[in-house]
């Protein structure tokens, strides 16, 4: 079935970096885009970033545009979100989704806390 | 971009009871091309990811029961639980992807059992 699973997440200080990984299984992975979509704690869903199936075309949410980038390998079913100059408001879970009929499966998320 | 604003923010309905949620688009999500609304609905509880309920404003996903109904078109659409369930209480989430990114969430609606 469907698998995406998120990792690398942690506590980071303002300023700081990450590079979170979504690994993907069950489906073609090649043939899809993929979302990442964040969750402050307490909060609603804001949407992040997408990477086209073939990486040709990716998009951000304004709050992390220069920011974070997304790139995707298919040769190991994974799409990665490097975030720089990080701020006390991208504590989040982050979650990706596979695009399908809007975001038809989601992993369980990784916690970024950003804190000094 | 495209703001989705539901209402009420929560609910409180009695087991049994019917369960209305609200979300309107500020432009329409309805593609000429196609013909169809790009819009979900996801369901969320403590604890989990969001799951997608529906898509193209009233297409149920395989396992949903079918006391989700999801109708509307252009851009006011609405979430019907026909009967609730314990089960049932979580955050509810409208969702358009219309075009290209981003692609944006309604605030959410907290359901919980009167």
């Known amino acids: 079935q469907v698998q995406l699973v998120e990792s690398g997440g942690g506590v980071v200080q303002p300023g700081g970096s990450l590079r979170l990984s979504c690994a993907a299984s069950g489906f073609i992975f090649s043939s899809y885009g993929i979302y990442w979509v964040r969750q402050a704690p307490g909060k609603g869903l804001e949407w992040v970033a997408y990477?086209?199936?073939?990486?040709?075309?990716?998009y951000y949410g304004d709050s992390v545009k220069g920011r974070f980038t997304i790139s995707r390998d298919n040769s190991k079913n994974t799409v990665y979100l490097q975030m720089n100059s990080l701020r006390t408001e991208d504590t989040a879970m982050y979650y990706c989704?596979?695009?399908?009929?809007?975001?038809?499966?989601w992993g369980q998320g990784t916690l970024v806390t950003v804190s000094s | 971009d495209i703001v989705m604003t539901q209402s009420p923010d929560s609910l409180a309905v009695s087991l049994g009871e019917r369960a209305t949620i609200n979300c309107k688009s500020s432009?329409?999500?309805?593609?000429?091309?196609?013909?169809?609304?790009?819009l979900a609905w996801y369901q969320q509880k403590p604890g989990q990811p969001p799951k997608k309920l529906i898509s193209?404003?009233?297409t149920r996903e395989n396992g949903v029961p079918d006391r989700f109904t999801g109708s509307g078109s252009g851009t006011d659409f609405t979430l019907t639980i026909s009967s609730l369930e314990a089960e049932d209480v979580a955050v509810y989430y409208c969702?358009?992807?219309?075009?290209?990114?981003?692609?944006?969430f309604g605030q959410g609606t907290k359901l919980e059992i009167k």
């Open positions: 990477i086209r199936y073939d990486g040709s075309n990716k």
């Open positions: 989704a596979k695009d399908e009929s809007g975001y038809s499966n």
């Open positions: 969702h358009q992807y219309y075009s290209t990114p981003p692609h944006t």
């Open positions: 193209w404003a009233s």
């Open positions: 432009q329409s999500v309805l593609s000429r091309s196609d013909n169809r609304n790009y």
